[in-house]
């Protein structure tokens, strides 16, 4: 059985990608309010029907039905930040003198509303869609209309779970895992028509290593009971499934250095003609006195971030470009013995132990954060651009800094390498940063597949 869908806010692909994964699923539709992501999505979907318009405008009885719907409406109202002064911040130039058009910055002022104004037009066509998603903030459930919406959607005779689930742990079959932190909310629902339940506890516990028990399925657990609500570590953790395992595990996930681009130019902080913020190198001198190793420094926004390892899962990406790259000299750095404290590279290998730190650090300019490793996940990505890369080296004029590019911000992501994105660096960075990881909405879309069909389907096999 083959299932139809439709993205809508399908910007630069994310969702479409990870549901065109799914075996049987077929996009047939895509809306987005901005040409310009609308004209990347065509470049990788060239059979689906593409909408360039603002959803809360649209009649829905010119759109087709189908039998899954993915909808990742206006989130800034429902999160903390509630992208005060942004439509400022887009015309601000940034790392590169460049600003976002006008049209990038208007977000559409379509809603969570819209999704069940359309199934109620293919309700009453007598076709009702048969599940799909809505994607938002985590705070899209202390939304003040969240429970009628709710209760709208169950109205309309369909089953919700929300399920809340970090992009780092969305263990895919066919995608690239995503090496970032990225907490999301995700309202699945299925119509009654349907009448299997849908197994998420096979689609939504990610591998994990029990110290008793080794590679286990995770099972999510709030800490505040009755309240499933949150975020991976604030307010939930994993833990061991098996029978009276109390061990807390930690989630198998790829790190921030899976993103970056080795081989790419950098320009040591030295030679710089536009000399870096003074909090910024404040950072990356603590980094590198804490970690002596690959950083990530926030650049930008207000006090209290700190340089933190890339091992550690990177930030949330925003919509500016807004985070550096740090690229030492390579060199031996002799931690045991010996009368020198570091080396060339060219140099042999000093007896017993010696270890190279020139690892990458990777830098948020905007909102808070800390630096850190390429070892760790890269945490969210914004629709800014705020990371970049860091080697880190003894002194930081000697160091090399550059911009994460594009393509790198894509990888953390989980685009596929073959994945292109139109326009300038910092409008790529928009469409990547508001963009759904594939592997987050191939993980729940096969879910609901597998319920809506029948047909059983295998998640991803241990790492």
Known sequence: ??????????????????????????????????????????????????????????????YPRVDLLWASPECTNHSIAQGRKKNQEDQIPDWEGNVLPLEAG?????????VPRYLEEMIRRGKPVLGGVVENVVDFARWIL????????????????????????AHSRKSLWAPQSRDRMYVAFVHESVGRKVDWEKWLRPFATCVRHGLVRARQVFKKK???????????????????????????????SEAIDWSLENQRIGDRKRPLASK???????????????????????????????????????????TGVLIPSSFIAELRGGNSKHRSLKDPLATVC???????????????????????????????DRY??????????????????PAEIGRAMAFEPDHKVLGTKREQTRMYGNAVTPPASEVLVSALT???TGEPLEPAAAP
């Open 1 to 62: 059985m083959s299932l139809t869908a439709a993205d809508f806010f399908a910007g630069g692909g994310g969702s479409s990608s990870g549901m065109n994964k799914v075996p049987g699923v077929e996009l047939v539709l895509a809306s987005n309010h901005w040409d310009l992501a609308v004209r990347t999505h065509q470049l990788h979907f060239p059979d689906a029907l593409h909408d360039c318009a603002d959803l809360s405008q649209v009649d829905f009885r010119r």
């Open 106 to 114: 208007a977000r559409s002022r379509a809603t969570a509303w819209d």
């Open 146 to 169: 969240f429970d009628p919406w709710r209760k709208t959607m169950e109205s309309l005779g369909y089953r919700l779970h929300v399920a809340y689930l970090n992009s780092a742990h």
């Open 226 to 256: 009755g309240e499933p609500w949150g975020r991976f570590r604030a307010q939930y953790t994993y833990k061991c499934p098996e029978a009276g395992c109390t061990e807390t595990t930690e989630p198998r996930a790829l790190p921030a």
């Open 280 to 322: 910024t190198l404040k950072r990356i001198e603590d980094g590198l006195q804490r970690y002596a190793r690959p950083l990530l420094v926030p650049v930008e926004g207000r006090d209290g971030k700190e340089a933190r390892p890339v091992d550690e899962p990177g930030r949330t990406q925003t919509t500016r470009r807004e």
């Open 354 to 384: 010696a270890s190279g730190n020139h690892h990458g650090l990777l830098v948020p300019y905007y909102g808070t954060g800390r630096t850190r490793t390429t070892g760790e996940p890269v945490g969210t990505l914004t629709t800014v």
């Open 388 to 405: 970049a890369l860091v080697k880190a080296q003894v002194e930081v004029e000697d160091c090399l800094f550059r911009m994460l590019q």
């Open 450 to 452: 597998e319920a809506i």
